[in-house]
């Protein structure tokens, strides 16, 4: 069964037409101190990186749209369908929080 594997692994990398020892080399050299990489190479690892950053975002910004979205559906949900009386106001959400603060305030009666 390794020598499947150990077959496997070797077609594929014959089908990549490479290996990751020269890519570990082409960051390694990159990254030197002493600068021993093309200005070519210096720029498809700054760029390789730039465009990870922006991936992560991009996930970022697209898990935050998600979440305000999900709590909007949730509010109206809760409100309009169930009927609950849920307040937004930050005096209501944010009353026992705050150090000092004076008395929560009461729902009306009525």
Request: aromatic share 6%; no cysteine.
């Amino acid at each position: 069964m390794n020598e499947f594997f150990a077959d496997l692994a070797a077609r594929v990398r014959r089908a990549m037409a490479g290996d990751d020892g020269e890519l570990a080399r082409l960051v390694r050299e990159a990254m030197n101190a002493d600068r021993e990489a093309t200005p070519v190479e210096r720029a498809v690892v700054a760029v390789t990186g730039l465009s990870a950053a922006a991936v992560g975002v991009g996930l970022a910004a697209t898990s935050l749209v998600g979440l305000a979205l999900a709590a909007v559906i949730l509010y109206v949900v809760l409100t309009r369908v169930f009927g609950f009386d849920l307040r937004l106001d930050p005096a209501t959400l944010f009353a026992g929080m705050w150090p000092g603060a004076g008395p929560r305030p009461q729902p009306k009666e009525g």
